[in-house]
């Protein structure tokens, strides 16, 4: 009960929204997919709303753990072992969708260990800053000691997911990443050094020495090069590598204001190859309209706006950079949907938080929405303990 009490219901209840659009618009998208298959047209509807019940689960289970336990060495290093191990053996064995063998096979369904990494590296990041944060306010040669520490596993991470090769994931960590350590109260000029420095001799690594030992070259990633050429002229290449986008445009064209109808979207029907996750607001904006795709965006952006207010008001900094992780990673990862669909970004495979079709990623999302209310609950009850003392 005192959970139910303390829930910040500017978070909860577009979560919950959110969830049940995503349940409604995975089986509109999809029922032609399963059908097509040889499978049933609520295939997909089931695993979606599975998703969604243990995406509650999750949330309602993460508001009552302990913030602190989670900053346990042992268990993070050992949890970034695991990661290494996984994120290397995919290299090998993943199974290949989309041009990236980043899904490790489970029965019926498929777990990708980027998005969890997500998770990780904030609260992985937010305690190395925290449990170092004085020491970041030294020389530079100090702060630089620091940040090589800090940021060691964050790579390791992060060059293992951009070899499978998942552009989309890696720079969503890398975001994530950056963001919290810019909004540590850090020096930004030994921040961008720092950070530009790790970065080129992380890409000169990937290029001259672990391409080559793999023997593979990005110019041979031909599902990630059409891609590119897609996003720079898209109609030039209406009839191959440019036919997603183009017929995304067409979704988003029909549907109007207002939309063709609920089931009535014409795209899906085997003209965008993944109406149910990548292009999944496409067919959105096509079957319920524009003001539909910007009431959803908005209840996105209602999340991440309360994410940093209560980053913001926290006394702690643990959980102030996790609120800003959190927000970075629901910001990018929006940004990337919405700009892929659009065509303002080369369509990276990225999903549309809560929306999209894929457990992964709702898991994922809601391990990072039940800390965002442990840590409004925590703020409001200390609130409460603050107006007693004073009256």
């Not at 070259?217 to 720079?232: E, G």
């Not at 894929?358 to 603050?386: A, F, K, P, V, Y």
Request: aromatic residues 10%; contains cysteine; hydrophobic residues 50%.
């Amino acid at each position: 009960m005192n959970r139910l009490k303390n829930l910040d219901y500017l978070i909860f209840i577009p979560y919950v929204i959110l969830c049940a659009v995503g349940i409604v618009m995975v089986y509109s998208a999809s029922a032609n997919i399963g059908t097509q298959n040889g499978g049933s047209p609520l295939s997909y509807l089931v695993k979606q709303v599975a998703y969604v019940v243990m995406s509650f689960i999750i949330v309602m289970f993460m508001t009552a753990v302990n913030i602190d336990k989670l900053r346990n060495k042992s268990v993070l290093l050992f949890t970034w072992i695991v990661f290494i191990f996984a994120l290397a053996g995919l290299l090998v064995f993943g199974k290949t969708v989309n041009g990236a063998a980043g899904w490790i096979p489970l029965g019926p369904i498929n777990i990708q260990p980027a998005e969890f990494v997500k998770f990780y590296l904030i609260i992985q990041i937010a305690h190395s800053i925290t449990s170092r944060s004085d020491d970041l306010m030294f020389s530079k040669r100090e702060w630089c000691r620091v940040m090589v520490s800090i940021g060691f596993r964050a790579l390791v991470l992060i060059v293992l997911i951009f070899l499978q090769p998942d552009l989309g994931g890696a720079a969503i960590n890398f975001m994530i990443a950056f963001i919290m350590i810019m909004a540590s109260g850090i020096n930004w000029k030994y921040a961008l050094g720092s950070i530009g420095g790790l970065v080129a001799l992380v890409l000169f690594g990937i290029k001259f020495i672990l391409i080559p030992i793999s023997h593979t070259s990005f110019a041979d990633s031909s599902y990630k090069i059409q891609r590119i050429i897609a996003f720079t002229d898209p109609f030039h290449h209406a009839q191959g590598a440019g036919q997603q986008l183009v017929n995304s445009y067409y979704a988003i064209s029909n549907g109007g204001l207002f939309g063709v109808g609920l089931g009535n979207s014409i795209q899906k029907t085997g003209y965008l190859p993944e109406p149910n996750t990548d292009f999944i607001m496409s067919i959105l904006t096509e079957e319920l309209g524009a003001i539909a795709a910007v009431i959803v965006i908005g209840l996105v952006a209602l999340i991440v706006a309360r994410t940093i207010l209560l980053g913001t008001r926290s006394k702690s900094q643990f959980q102030s950079l996790i609120c800003y992780g959190i927000a970075t990673y629901i910001t990018i990862q929006t940004l990337f949907n919405i700009g892929g669909v659009v065509g303002l970004l080369p369509i990276t495979g990225v999903t549309f938080p809560f929306v999209s079709y894929g457990g992964s990623s709702m898991l994922t999302l809601s391990l990072c929405l039940g800390l965002l209310l442990n840590i409004s609950g925590r703020q409001r009850r200390e609130r409460e303990m603050t107006q007693l003392a004073v009256n």
